[in-house]
């Protein structure tokens, strides 16, 4: 990964903790991790993926007073631990405390039909 892509992705880590910015779905098949701020609500035991959708179909539509640090809290309650987004793979997965997983396809995209 060049210098350029970390900066970008650095910059949109940044932009999104600060509500500046949204997160950009940008596909390149190399990978980063970044550390992001601790959110201060604890993880809840218990995953619902009903209200990890929620939240993100909330972020989706940017409705007002919508937050990254207000997503990841809403998430944490609903028993989110982390997520692992997959550029090229255009989803999001996450995870709960013991496995519980819900896979978000970034919009306009369908998962492939296994046969």
């Not at 210098?3 to 779905?25: C, I, Q, V, Y």
């Not at 992001?36 to 959708?53: I, K, M």
């Not at 640090?69 to 405390?97: H, I, M």
Request: net charge negative.
């Amino acid at each position: 990964m060049t210098t350029n892509w970390k900066d970008l992705a650095r910059a949109t880590l940044e932009g999104s903790e600060s509500g500046t910015m949204t997160f950009p779905h940008m596909p390149n098949g190399e990978t980063i991790e970044l550390e992001t701020e601790p959110t201060p609500t604890l993880v809840a035991e218990s995953f619902d993926a009903s209200v990890v959708r929620g939240a993100i179909r909330e972020a989706q539509a940017l409705l007002p007073g919508y937050t990254y640090k207000g997503f990841c809290a809403k998430v944490a309650g609903a028993g989110c631990a982390g997520y692992v987004v997959s550029l090229l793979g255009k989803r999001v997965l996450y995870y709960g405390r013991t496995g519980e997983t819900h896979t978000e396809y970034f919009p306009g995209t369908q998962p492939a039909a296994k046969f």
